[in-house]
């Protein structure tokens, strides 16, 4: 098949036209490559990234802190301690009712025995997710 004069130069124009466009396209597309490189390792933005994960991690520690200082202050308190001394459950209990009371932020406690076996419980349910709860309910 033989090409025309006339239709030659109209594909050298859809050629020409295509080829100036994609050469646009590659250059704009590797100016936003490069820019999104530079933003992305920018020493600025890094610092700042890394200064609140720092931030985070200092406020879980002091999460984890207040954690065991009101795990010790359960644990250590002297009316647990007489409660299981006398094997009273009924106190234990009453006990660790009362902990819940006093620390909000605690959800369960629980005493168990050297061998594993529970002793007392006490729960606030409202403040369990949703698959702690449906597992709750499922134990009793």
């Known amino acids: ?5 006339f239709e030659r130069r109209i594909l050298a124009a859809i050629v020409s036209v295509a080829a100036v466009t994609l050469a646009g396209a590659l250059w704009f597309g590797q100016g936003a490559v490069s820019e999104a490189y530079r933003v992305g390792v920018n020493e600025r933005v ?5 200064e609140s994960l720092a931030i985070y991690r200092l406020h879980f520690v002091a999460l984890r802190d207040d954690a065991e200082r009101t795990a ?3 644990a250590f308190d002297r009316r647990g301690d007489a409660a299981l001394r006398a094997d009273d459950r ?16 605690v959800a369960r406690v629980e005493v168990l025995a050297a061998g594993g076996e529970r002793l ?9 997710d949703e698959e ?9």
């Open 1 to 5: 098949m033989r090409l025309s004069r």
């Open 46 to 50: 890094l610092a700042q990234l890394e």
């Open 72 to 74: 010790d202050a359960v």
């Open 90 to 105: 009924a106190a234990l209990g009453a006990f660790l009712e009362g902990a819940l009371e006093r620390y909000s932020n």
């Open 120 to 128: 007392a419980q006490a729960e606030r349910v409202e403040r369990l």
């Open 132 to 140: 702690q709860h449906r597992l709750l309910t499922l134990e009793r």
